[in-house]
């Protein structure tokens, strides 16, 4: 990444490895502030003096940067990306966007510190301006402008941004350095940022941990009923969707067979076996069931299962078949994004890049005029189709 080469930052961006970012991060920065206070090491005193041993490790800023590039810096530069793409992806972030832009961005801006700790070191002057009432260390200048090179390249790749489209994003998002200066200037704000944070974390995991005890007490009482009657198709089924939910795969495939082995015709078991097949990665096993659920219900889902039997065509290898299913499925449901995603993936590997192009941009085009909740809803098709379309131009 040092480097500047694009694949190296994609390839760290793709891991999701977040937390192995938040360590660079701080070690990158506690490196350099650790050189700093040995340069400046009167002002150090100075500070312990004044503030004690506390307030001083407070001043080291690491808990409030720790704190502000994940929670507040790194969220208004994906927001700003989106923006400025003009892609209609709205004020909403998806989980993948955020691990894909902290995974890349938390251990570049370590090394960056890194880097800038020998150098303030060998460079430990000020730079006296305004009649010598302000000073600047060298240090930090160089610090700063390598945040800023370095950054801009990182939003310009990871957002598939133009240079000036990546440079307005860095110059826009520095609107939240009040944030980072409230938390460094006012002791008080740090605690009720934290505070705050926590409050938020904690009602996240109040909400998972109600969620998994609704689905423990549906468990339990799918499996009492198959107690009562191991006959019941519809219990294994029930029980094999709550597995699906937890993607337990293994357990779900398992549910679907036995409602299977009682009831073969029914369209639903052959549908989320498929499902549970996709999700495996099975994709010819999926389009067996897929299939078979079209011969039972042709109309399965209000025509979904058109798209489902295309894009296993699709990962199949059988593109034509894909497109005929597709382009059905796109007459009566035009402004399906993930059926058009699928369309211009099929195009693309029948050398149709032109076309692919077309379908692309049709769905980003669709998404800025569709009101917000759609652009959340269907975020996954919007954003890949961002990506896959600036990746080939």
């Known amino acids: 990444m040092l480097g500047f080469r694009s694949r190296a930052l994609r390839t760290m961006a793709e891991k ?36 004690g041993f506390w307030g001083s490790l407070l001043r080291l800023n690491l808990i409030q940067i720790t704190l502000f590039l994940p929670l507040v810096y790194i969220p208004a530069v994906i927001v700003l990306g989106n ?18 832009h902290a995974s890349a961005l938390l251990p570049l801006w370590g090394m960056i510190f890194l880097i800038a700790a020998p150098l303030q070191w060998l460079v430990p002057q000020f730079l006296v301006l305004a009649g010598g009432t302000v000073g600047i260390s060298f240090g930090l200048i160089i610090t700063v402008a390598l945040m800023a090179v370095y950054s801009v390249w990182a939003i310009k790749e990871l957002n598939f941004l133009s240079t000036a489209a990546a440079v307005a994003v860095f110059a826009l ?10 938390l460094s200037s006012f002791l008080f704000a740090l605690p009720l940022f934290v505070v705050f944070t926590l409050m938020y974390l904690a009602f996240q995991r109040w909400r998972d ?37 937890r993607r337990n795969l293994l357990e779900a495939e398992k549910s679907f067979s036995n409602a299977l082995a009682i009831e073969p015709g029914d369209a ?30 042709p109309e399965y889902g209000h025509g979904d299962i058109f798209r489902e039997v295309g894009k296993s065509y699709l990962h ?21 994004p993930e059926a058009r995603y699928w ?49 080939r131009n």
């Open 268 to 297: 639903d078991y052959h549908y989320f076996m498929g499902r549970t097949r996709e999700f495996q990665s099975d994709w010819p096993r999926a389009l067996e069931q897929y299939e078979e659920t079209y011969r039972i219900e």
């Open 83 to 100: 923006s400025i793409a003009g892609d209609g992806l709205g004020l909403s972030i998806s989980r993948d966007e955020y691990q894909t």
């Open 316 to 336: 199949t290898g059988k593109l034509e078949k894909a497109l005929e299913f597709l382009n059905f499925f796109l007459e009566n449901r035009a402004s399906d």
């Open 343 to 391: 369309l211009a993936i099929s195009l693309q590997r029948m050398g149709k890049d032109d076309q692919m192009r077309t379908q692309l941009a049709t769905i980003l085009e669709q998404a800025r005029s569709n009101p917000r909740f759609f652009r959340k809803e269907n975020r996954e098709w919007l954003y890949r189709s961002r990506l896959h379309l600036r990746q």
């Open 16 to 51: 999701h490895a977040f937390w192995r970012g938040l360590v660079i991060l701080a070690a990158g920065y506690l490196a350099y502030i650790f050189v700093r206070n040995s340069v400046y090491a009167v002002l150090q005193d100075i500070d312990m003096a004044l503030f």
């Open 209 to 245: 941990v109600l969620t998994a005890r609704r689905s423990d007490r549906n468990l339990k009482q799918q499996l009492r009923l198959l107690t009562l009657n191991p006959r019941d198709a519809d219990a294994h089924y029930q029980l094999g969707l709550l597995h699906l939910k």
């Open 173 to 182: 998002s520095w609107f939240t350095l009040p944030v980072f200066y409230l």
